[in-house]
């Protein structure tokens, strides 16, 4: 008996008993064009009864201008309306797109008049979970749109519309076409031993289970990457008061953020800002300056506070900048630290110690010396950082790059399993024993394009989603 039964996902009838969901699919706030957006058997009525049209004048994905009335008969706005009846819609439902007038108050007015006939308000990402229901989408394309929409860089952009385009699905494909062939294969051996199979080289199917197994890894490996440009980095400035923190983060950020003075402590909580480098989004945060530990005692509440809750921030940083004013000595021991970065500041004083990398010896080779006054040294700190960044992350091409957690650890599972067949398969296992792990390794990847349904998992992908996506 093959196991190959490639599970399709459940889909539902037109007609069902879903209701008819409706959402503002623009952002909030003024505009131009407030969108609202309807799915469902009722979707049509509604706006016939909302035009005072008849269904039937609404001709499929043309743009009809009408003007909406509420149920009292009041003109609530005059819309450009499109109906895409169902299956040739996002949902795979009938689904209408009002597009009002801006605005918020507007949008909220088209809106009600919608609800007002019969739609229920969609929660946030439902739109999409019916497409994915109704087999429009895999799960890695869910992810890849929820990508698009809270990308926020280009690059990061380009990454996720890159994966909708379906690279990325087509390297889960082809790792499960694989796995599935292989199991094919192993289940023909146990279903018809006297075809002679049993003598299948058994170093082949081990080579070609290492192979996938391989290419699983390498596609998990990319998703440091993936998170990297989807989420960002934090970086934080470290040091003592008066160190000059504040003033390399005005620099870096190119605004002046922050209050510089001469008095030590002056900055007493930590401020963040984000800037986009190199495609990264990265948020540099700016802490309050620690005091020596005599000095300490005597510091008012605020400036304590201040310090303890800085001090918080900075260790949940992906990586700090240590500053230290020129001349002074960073402590030996934190020198190998991966998350950390050495930063000289205020190196106008004495110009002939400006790029002298060996001060403290040859193995500094992450102190980068910089001065706010003269600018030296600040592109070579943000070379230095996005250097630090990217040598964390394994390289990949942005086309094959996973960006969410849930596919890494489907992967990683699934080359697990495959290495696990393959060293059955060398130690001479029944046929049997290593289908086992095959087959866990075919529904392991199923369940990450979606092909098996799992409340837990369907809830954490669309919780990435707004309302009216
Ligand atoms: N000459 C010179 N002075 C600098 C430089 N950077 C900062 N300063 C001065 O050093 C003093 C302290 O700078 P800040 O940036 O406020 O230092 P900080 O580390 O943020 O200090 P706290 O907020 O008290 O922890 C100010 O008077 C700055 O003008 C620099 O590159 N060269
Ligand atoms: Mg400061």
Known sequence: MLFIQKTTVKTFPQNSNRPTIAAIATAAGQGAVGIVRISGSLAISILARITHRSEQLFQDRVMTCC????AQNVL???ALVVVMRAPRSYTGEDVIEIHGHGGHYNTGRLLRVVIEQGATLAEAGEFTMRAFLAGKLNLVEVEAIADIINAS???????AQTQQGGALVAAFLAIQKEVISMLATIEANIDFPEEGLEEMPRQT???GLMAVAHQATCLAETFSLGKLLTSGVSVA?????????SSLFNALIGEQRCLVTHDPGTTRDFIEA?????GINITLIDTAGTRDKDLSESLDDAERQGIVRSTQRASKADLRLVVRVDGQEFEPSSMDRSDELWVQSKCDHDKEMINDHHTQGEKQNSLVRTSVKTGVGLDELRQAILTHIQSRVSEGDDGFVITQERQRDGLEKTAALLRC????????????????DMKDAAETLAALLGERLDDAVLDAVFAQFCIGK
């Open 274 to 278: 984000t800037v986009v480098w190199d």
């Open 153 to 159: 860089s280009e690059r990061a952009l380009r990454l």
């Open 76 to 78: 609530v706005d005059e």
């Open 421 to 436: 067949a393959a060293e059955g398969v060398e130690t001479s296992q029944p046929w049997e024993i290593v289908a086992i």
């Open 205 to 207: 199917l081990s080579d």
């Open 237 to 245: 400035l470290v040091g003592a008061v008066n160190a000059g923190k």
């Open 67 to 70: 003007k909406i009335v509420d």
